[in-house]
């Protein structure tokens, strides 16, 4: 690990950078005029953060800490993909981001959990030998459009088992709209496929349950072991949470990046401001919707509704449907629960406005 870094007001916009750098980010940084030195979070630890300069790519990352001021303000919020600036070793001023692949975080209520930022493509795994669930993938494509970013849909595996074209065409189904790639490291089906998406610069989350193989994907496609994986003879390792924290990865070939995240077993959804998540993600619905005899019709039993027919006669699975009603309540559950929380949160400061004042008016 090396020591300190120079502070570079010159740091300028290079045709590609290769941590993706960009022109928001350089935007944002001229106009908060510092001799800081940007740079992008590459792992999180509990009281540290590991970096990446764009100046060297490919050096080891660095150990930073965060300033007080900041901890204070927001230090939970930091994320992989995020872009800081730094002073010496110590950061010392966060980028707005571009885009942010969250979730609800588990056990809480409506708390939201920053799995990566900045991020343009959210690929979403699902193994050829697990019994899939398309309701999870609906998950994670809902979140992925919600976040700004684009989603793809990876069937791992596929060297193993039978059943790959059902599959691929039950994830269709489920991922309307969205690419749907089958791959494997045993055959390569798939690698140079992914390489190609992800530009240079460009950065994707690797989302999916613990022993999908997504970090055994990234060691294919960075042509190098450089996340543990589980065991080899263990090809059906569920639930065994190898990867256990998120990392920021180069692919050397191509100078794309990717984040590996560990095996995520619950995953809520969280409405994001102007998100159209839900509308993208279930285009299916929205478009028969469109159909309906009402405009405001909520297909639940009202005449001549496009969306019911389609189930009756077997276009649309009552299942898909349920999903979608399942996911917009859950979405405005955690809506209402964050704007109460927000209320709470101005309420207290408004209270410690008034004891401040009440305190000076004693003293006059
Ligand atoms: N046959 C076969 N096995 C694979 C493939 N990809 C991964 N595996 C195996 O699947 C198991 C789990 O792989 P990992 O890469 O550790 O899974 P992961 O998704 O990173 O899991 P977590 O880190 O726990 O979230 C290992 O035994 C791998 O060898 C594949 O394309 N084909
Ligand atoms: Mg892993
Ligand atoms: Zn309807």
């Given at each position: 690990?090396?020591?300190?870094?120079?502070p570079?007001?010159?740091?300028?916009?290079?045709n590609?950078?290769?941590?993706?750098?960009?022109?928001?980010?350089?935007?944002?940084?001229?106009t908060?005029?510092?001799?800081?030195?940007?740079?992008?979070?590459?792992?999180?630890?509990?009281?540290?953060?590991?970096?990446?300069?764009?100046?060297?790519?490919?050096?080891?990352?660095?150990?930073?800490?965060?300033?007080?001021r900041?901890?204070?303000?927001?230090?939970?919020?930091?994320?992989?993909?995020?872009?800081v600036?730094?002073?010496?070793t110590?950061?010392?001023?966060?980028f707005?981001?571009y885009?942010?692949?969250?979730?609800?975080?588990?056990?809480?209520?409506?708390?939201?959990?920053?799995?990566a930022?900045?991020?343009d493509w959210?690929?979403?795994?699902?193994?050829l030998n697990?019994?899939?669930?398309?309701?999870?993938?609906e998950?994670?494509?809902?979140?992925?459009?919600?976040?700004?970013t684009?989603?793809?849909?990876?069937?791992?595996?596929?060297?193993?088992?039978?059943g790959?074209?059902?599959?691929?065409?039950?994830?269709?189904?489920?991922?309307?709209?969205?690419?749907?790639?089958?791959?494997?490291?045993?055959?390569?089906?798939?690698?140079?496929?992914?390489?190609?998406?992800?530009?240079?610069?460009?950065?994707a989350?690797l989302?999916?349950s613990?022993?999908?193989?997504?970090?055994?994907?990234?060691?294919?496609?960075?042509?190098?072991?450089?996340?543990?994986?589980?065991?080899?003879?263990?090809?059906?390792?569920?639930?065994?949470?190898?990867?256990?924290?998120?990392?920021?990865?180069?692919?050397p070939?191509?100078?794309g990046?990717?984040?590996?995240?560990?095996?995520?077993r619950?995953?809520?959804?969280?409405?994001?401001?102007?998100?159209?998540?839900?509308?993208?993600?279930?285009?299916?619905?929205?478009?028969?919707?469109?159909?309906?005899?009402?405009?405001?019709c909520?297909?639940?039993?009202e005449?001549?509704?496009?969306?019911?027919?389609?189930?009756?006669?077997?276009?649309?699975?009552?299942?898909?449907?349920?999903?979608?009603?399942?996911?917009?309540?859950?979405?405005?559950?955690?809506?209402?629960?964050?704007?109460?929380?927000?209320?709470?949160?101005?309420?207290?400061?408004?209270?410690?406005?008034?004891?401040?004042?009440?305190?000076?008016?004693?003293?006059?």
């Amino acid at each position: 690990m090396t020591g300190g870094t120079t502070p570079s007001r010159s740091f300028a916009l290079t045709n590609i950078s290769p941590l993706g750098w960009n022109e928001t980010l350089q935007h944002q940084f001229a106009t908060n005029t510092s001799d800081l030195q940007p740079a992008r979070i590459t792992a999180v630890d509990r009281d540290s953060y590991l970096v990446a300069l764009d100046t060297k790519p490919d050096a080891p990352p660095l150990r930073v800490t965060i300033s007080g001021r900041l901890r204070h303000k927001d230090a939970h919020a930091l994320a992989v993909g995020d872009w800081v600036g730094l002073c010496d070793t110590r950061i010392d001023f966060v980028f707005d981001r571009y885009s942010r692949f969250v979730r609800k975080r588990a056990g809480e209520l409506s708390e939201e959990q920053v799995i990566a930022a900045n991020v343009d493509w959210t690929l979403a795994a699902v193994s050829l030998n697990d019994d899939f669930s398309p309701r999870r993938i609906e998950r994670f494509v809902l979140a992925a459009w919600d976040a700004g970013t684009t989603p793809i849909v990876l069937l791992t595996k596929c060297d193993l088992g039978e059943g790959k074209e059902e599959a691929i065409e039950a994830l269709e189904q489920v991922a309307p709209g969205c690419r749907v790639i089958a791959t494997s490291v045993v055959t390569n089906e798939g690698i140079d496929e992914i390489r190609s998406i992800i530009g240079p610069g460009q950065t994707a989350v690797l989302v999916g349950s613990s022993g999908v193989g997504k970090s055994t994907l990234i060691n294919a496609l960075l042509g190098d072991d450089v996340q543990l994986t589980a065991d080899i003879r263990d090809t059906d390792a569920k639930g065994r949470h190898t990867t256990t924290r998120r990392e920021l990865l180069r692919i050397p070939e191509t100078g794309g990046l990717i984040i590996d995240t560990p095996g995520m077993r619950e995953f809520g959804v969280v409405s994001m401001d102007d998100g159209d998540g839900l509308e993208l993600s279930f285009r299916d619905i929205e478009d028969l919707a469109m159909l309906c005899g009402f405009r405001d019709c909520q297909h639940q039993s009202e005449p001549n509704c496009a969306v019911l027919d389609a189930v009756d006669v077997g276009d649309l699975e009552q299942r898909r449907l349920d999903s979608y009603f399942k996911l917009q309540r859950e979405l405005a559950y955690n809506e209402r629960r964050h704007d109460a929380a927000l209320q709470r949160k101005e309420g207290r400061a408004l209270s410690a406005l008034i004891r401040k004042f009440a305190k000076h008016d004693r003293k006059r």
